[in-house]
DNA sequence: GGGAGTAGTGGGAGAAAGTGGGAAGAAGAA
DNA sequence: TTCTTCTTCCCACTTTCTCCCACTACTCCC
């Protein structure tokens, strides 16, 4: 289970080192995609495995779920976690998640997620002002 | 599987570089044709057997499907990745992608995307707008 | 409080990938 | 047949990447 948030830099050559505490858990090779909310998803090589397969169930057929897997699978990288702990982020995806110097790696239960640390300040500070409306939406469908 | 999207250029005599981690998966031939969305498909020669025979397992009689198949299979050719890992596009695919000298190849699942850098970039911007969507998409096929 | 060990960051050297150009061969026209 | 043009194969250069090593700071244990 991987829990906690973590403020790591990238390098100039894109590097950003993986908490030490995760890099058991994690595995040697993961992918790298584009999340939600502007952050990037960094999923173990099994798990990642079971997303892609139910991505390429979908049909090419339809211009929306072509799209779709186009912008999972386009957006998304194998790579291996370096001798020091490090993964490689590519220009690309650096520039979806707007990631300057400092980053923020959370851990997600079964994946990391890679936020700028502006970005995630201001996420977190927007959720905590919400928190009581969230809580009582968990307590509806019965969470807490 | 082929993911990850990676920036080449066309040089004039009509060369691309394919990305060296795709050069393993794909072999050394492989069939370029007309894609959907104003992009360039690459399959393995191997993929494109089983495109060509789903095709041609359509109705003959509708007309729509009949144009389909059609556009996919007279558009299609067959070539070689030469010593250093290019391939040659044909002037026709290359102006039906209205490729210029910067391109987009994406890796797709089971095959490549070759795209004008510019259209690339509209396109995935376009996509991404619909955070919304995506997330439905999602949670539709279980990531969440 | 001090020392050892581990984690995070930075840099350098060697290797590989991408790109451009040239030469040789094939095809077509005069 | 010969000349020209287009294509294909090969070589070379430049840039980027990757692997490895070193330094610093922090933490934990003695």
Redesign the interface.
């Known amino acids: 289970m991987l829990i906690g948030e973590y403020r790591h830099t990238i390098d100039d050559k894109r590097r950003v080192a993986i908490p030490a505490g995760f890099r058991k858990e994690i595995g040697k090779k993961v ?1 790298v995609t584009r999340g ?2 502007n952050c990037l998803f960094v999923y173990p090589l099994a798990m990642w495995q ?3 397969d ?3 169930g ?1 049909s ?1 057929g339809q ?9 999972m ?6 790579t291996e976690v370096d001798s020091m702990g490090r993964i490689l982020v ?1 220009d ?1 995806l650096k520039d ?1 998640a707007s990631l300057k110097q400092k980053v923020v790696i959370a851990g997600i239960h079964d994946r990391l997620e890679i936020w700028d640390e502006a970005r995630w300040k201001e996420h977190t500070e927007r959720i905590e002002k919400q928190a009581d409306v969230l809580a009582q939406k968990l307590g509806e469908i019965g969470v807490f």
């Open positions: 992918v939600l909310d079971k997303v892609a139910r991505l390429s979908l090419m211009a929306d779920t072509r799209s779709f897997s186009r912008f699978l386009a957006g998304a990288i194998e590519p690309f979806f």
